[in-house]
């Protein structure tokens, strides 16, 4: 049961350009939704998050944008940099405080220089 | 910046056998999780901790797995009878609630190879 779907397992950027990631979710009660990056051999890293209330979160080149009708959400960098190259999970929760992250199965992302 | 710490980096057992993973949350955390991430596919929620109890817990998690805060410091998830499907990265996380992103912090993991 994939309540968060990540569609694409790989995505390749020219440095400079803007990198889109997407994410589709299937459970309306979702309410605050995460993107984390993770490099091999180390932990998921916590990226941006986005409350259910805004469609919109921006930190520095990374912004999320969250379209709840589409229960789609999707994070840009722009401009990418070959450093951005990891595996980019989103990940959501039912209600803020809430315990358990539900994970996508994450999209690899590769900057080319 | 303060670190969730996990040991060891990589176990390999024999199917059967018991594992202990440990995990040095980072020191004024009070909700303690761990996760899986079978190679390939999705991070998977196991369990989370708080106050001496455990909070919640995912199917995954049967009586084969437990948790433990033994001494207020490490925290462990001990597999009583290892089966080749609990081969995978297993990831511990500490958190403090209320902050915009969990305060949820990760361990770097402790990659389980059942033989």
């Known amino acids: 049961d994939q309540q968060v779907k990540q569609n694409s397992p790989s995505l390749s950027v020219q440095e400079g350009r803007i990198s889109i990631l997407n994410c589709d979710y299937t459970n309306s009660m979702f309410d605050y939704f995460l993107w984390y990056k993770k490099y091999p051999a180390e932990g998921p890293t916590f990226l941006i998050s986005i409350s259910s209330i805004k469609d919109k979160n921006e930190d520095g080149r990374f912004t999320v944008f969250l379209n709840k009708s589409a229960k789609h959400l999707s994070l840009h960098i722009v401009p990418s940099q070959p450093g951005d190259s990891a595996v980019y999970f989103c990940?959501?929760?039912?209600?803020?405080?809430?315990?358990?992250?539900?994970f996508g199965t994450g999209t690899r992302l590769t900057i080319i220089p | 910046e303060p670190e969730v710490t996990q040991t060891p980096s990589h176990q390999v057992t024999q199917m059967g056998q018991e594992v202990i993973l440990r995990c040095v949350p980072i020191?004024?955390?009070?909700?303690f999780y761990w996760y899986r991430q079978i190679l390939g596919q999705k991070v998977e929620f196991l369990v989370s901790f708080y106050n001496n109890e455990i909070s919640e817990k995912s199917e995954i998690f049967d009586d084969q797995f437990s948790v433990e805060r033994p001494d207020g410091s490490n925290f462990t998830l001990k597999i009583r009878s290892t089966k080749l499907e609990d081969s995978a990265m297993y990831f511990c996380?500490?958190?403090?609630?209320?902050?915009?992103?969990?305060?949820?912090?990760f361990g770097s993991g402790t990659r389980l190879t059942v033989v």
């Open positions: 990940a959501a929760v039912p209600n803020f405080g809430n315990e358990k992250l539900t």
């Open positions: 020191s004024n955390h009070l909700y």
């Open positions: 996380a500490s958190g403090a609630r209320g902050s915009s992103n969990y305060g949820y912090t």
